[in-house]
């Protein structure tokens, strides 16, 4: 009997310590399930967005509305500041035509109809009135040619200057943007004493870095077309220059 009884407790206490071990290995095993069953979570743009300064949402719908004009403009500069439209050919043909026959009025009367108005005819026909209303036209018109010339050239550069203003303004507004967003990162991490956790972090900083890339996304290609259709103006202006001083060079030898 006392062989049983001194052996009872070595027993109960073998048992105890098998039982403590195998409780972290089950703990361990639920862990691993935990965390198996939790779904990936992985935050998305919009998500991001909500979750940052409710600002950043305005901004960020003042860039998208930048893209949006930025476009339309895009078109309608690339429909427009082109040859065809600034110096057309058939226009051209036709005005040498006249000019070298002395038919000065006929010129006039061709510029006036409003199916042939560009940049050409105008300054032609700015040309053609110098010549008239002076006695000494034929030596003046090459100052009217100029003068309309710098002019019509100055309402080009003036409507491109739209996407100068865009592609300034969108990254301003998208580091406007960061800055929103890592100040609301900033009061959460105030807010629960320095130890928030990084979930409630990411809305702020993804806003940040969102803004940001959408304000570089819109002013990047806003800023090329800006430089290209400024060099186009330029270069066309240059080519109508010489063309038109060739058209009307018949006004100066009729005055010598």
């Given at each position: 009997?006392?062989?049983?009884?001194?052996?009872?407790?070595?027993?109960?206490?073998?048992?105890?310590?098998?039982?403590?071990?195998?409780?972290?290995?089950?703990?361990?095993?639920?862990?691993?399930?935990?965390?198996?069953?939790?779904?990936?979570?992985?935050?998305?743009?919009?998500?991001?967005?909500?979750?940052g300064?409710?600002?950043?949402?305005?901004?960020?719908?003042?860039?998208?509305?930048?893209?949006?004009?930025?476009?339309?403009?895009?078109?309608?500069?690339?429909?427009?500041?082109?040859?065809?439209?600034?110096?057309?050919?058939?226009?051209?043909?036709?005005?040498?035509?006249m000019?070298?026959?002395?038919?000065?009025?006929?010129?006039?009367?061709?510029?006036?109809?409003?199916?042939?108005?560009?940049?050409?005819?105008?300054?032609?026909?700015?040309?053609?009135?110098?010549f008239?209303?002076?006695?000494?036209?034929?030596?003046?018109?090459?100052?009217?040619?100029?003068e309309a010339?710098?002019?019509?050239?100055?309402?080009?550069?003036?409507?491109?200057?739209?996407?100068?203003?865009?592609?300034?303004?969108?990254?301003?507004?998208?580091?406007?943007?960061?800055?929103?967003?890592?100040?609301?990162?900033?009061?959460?991490?105030?807010?629960?004493?320095?130890?928030?956790?990084?979930?409630?972090?990411?809305?702020?900083?993804?806003?940040?870095?969102i803004?940001?890339?959408?304000?570089?996304?819109?002013?990047?290609?806003?800023?090329?077309?800006?430089?290209?259709?400024?060099?186009?103006?330029?270069?066309?202006?240059?080519?109508?220059?010489?063309?038109?001083?060739?058209?009307?060079?018949?006004?100066?030898r009729?005055?010598?």
């Open positions: 009997m006392i062989g049983v009884s001194s052996c009872l407790p070595a027993r109960v206490a073998a048992q105890a310590d098998d039982s403590t071990k195998a409780e972290p290995a089950s703990d361990v095993a639920k862990d691993s399930n935990s965390i198996a069953d939790k779904p990936d979570r992985k935050p998305t743009l919009v998500r991001m967005l909500l979750d300064n409710p600002m950043g949402l305005v901004i960020v719908g003042l860039i998208l509305a930048l893209s949006l004009i930025s476009s339309y403009f895009i078109i309608v500069f690339a429909t427009t500041i082109t040859r065809g439209r600034l110096i057309p050919d058939h226009a051209m043909t036709e005005l040498e035509r000019l070298a026959d002395g038919e000065i009025n006929a010129a006039v009367e061709y510029c006036h109809r409003p199916e042939n108005y560009s940049l050409a005819t105008e300054v032609i026909l700015a040309g053609i009135k110098r008239q209303s002076s006695e000494f036209g034929f030596a003046e018109y090459r100052s009217a040619v100029e010339g710098e002019d019509h050239t100055g309402r080009l550069y003036r409507k491109t200057e739209v996407l100068n203003v865009i592609g300034s303004i969108a990254p301003m507004l998208g580091l406007t943007g960061t800055v929103l967003g890592m100040i609301e990162a900033f009061n959460t991490i105030a807010a629960r004493e320095g130890m928030a956790r990084p979930e409630e972090l990411a809305g702020g900083i993804g806003q940040a870095l803004t940001t890339l959408l304000g570089l996304i819109v002013a990047i290609p806003t800023m090329v077309a800006f430089s290209f259709f400024r060099n186009k103006i330029d270069s066309l202006v240059s080519e109508a220059g010489k063309r038109i001083e060739r058209i009307m060079s018949p006004l100066g009729k005055g010598k």
